[in-house]
């Protein structure tokens, strides 16, 4: 959600809201995740959003899932042109030529982490907490295609920066129990 929309507290109370927002909203958004594949998975979510809907993305996951081999960073990571081939000639998801080699080039770059920090997990957590600006920073000079909306959402949705719900959400209660990152004092 950007400034110009209500919060997506706010936004899944609306009448017309689509299921796929309210399911992702109340079992997703926020919510700490305990794997390095289901971390890059929403960082490739994210960086696939650009510039559309993230309905959009939420209707295409399972089809991205499919397509990336459920976002294993070891073998996206080895993907190759006849990988890019395929993806771009697969209609199941967004065939931006831009996307899918910052996916696999990400995959790369995480893979390296996971060697040098043990996990992408700990590497995040190294430099957590720090501000959103400084995130992007980070986030800009380590990966591609993750630009400030995108790291903003990547960190709030995993519970690495607070923000994914208000206070008054009844989510918001529940996801305290979880421990996310940002409301560890570090």
Not at 69 to 98: C, H, K, P, Q, W
């Amino acid at each position: 959600m950007n400034a110009a929309t209500p919060s997506y507290c706010a936004y899944v109370l609306q009448e017309h809201c689509s299921p796929l927002h309210i399911a992702y909203h109340d079992t997703e958004y926020g919510y700490p995740l305990d794997s390095d594949n289901a971390l890059f998975e929403r960082l490739s979510l994210e960086i696939n959003q650009a510039g559309l809907s993230w309905l959009t993305i939420l209707k295409k996951r399972h089809h991205f899932c499919e397509a990336f081999e459920g976002f294993d960073i070891a073998r996206v990571a080895e993907y190759t042109d006849n990988d890019i081939d395929r993806l771009m000639n697969d209609a199941s998801i967004i065939r931006n030529n831009l996307k899918i080699r910052a996916v696999i080039h990400n995959a790369s770059i995480i893979r390296s982490l996971q060697q040098e920090h043990g996990s992408f997990m700990k590497w995040l957590d190294k430099y957590h907490p720090m501000s959103r600006e400084e995130w992007t920073k980070l986030f800009k000079k380590t990966f591609k295609f993750t630009g400030g909306e995108i790291v903003n959402e990547f960190l709030m949705s995993t519970g690495y920066l607070q923000g994914a719900h208000h206070e008054h959400c009844p989510i918001y209660e529940h996801i305290l129990t979880l421990s996310p990152h940002w409301n560890i004092l570090s």
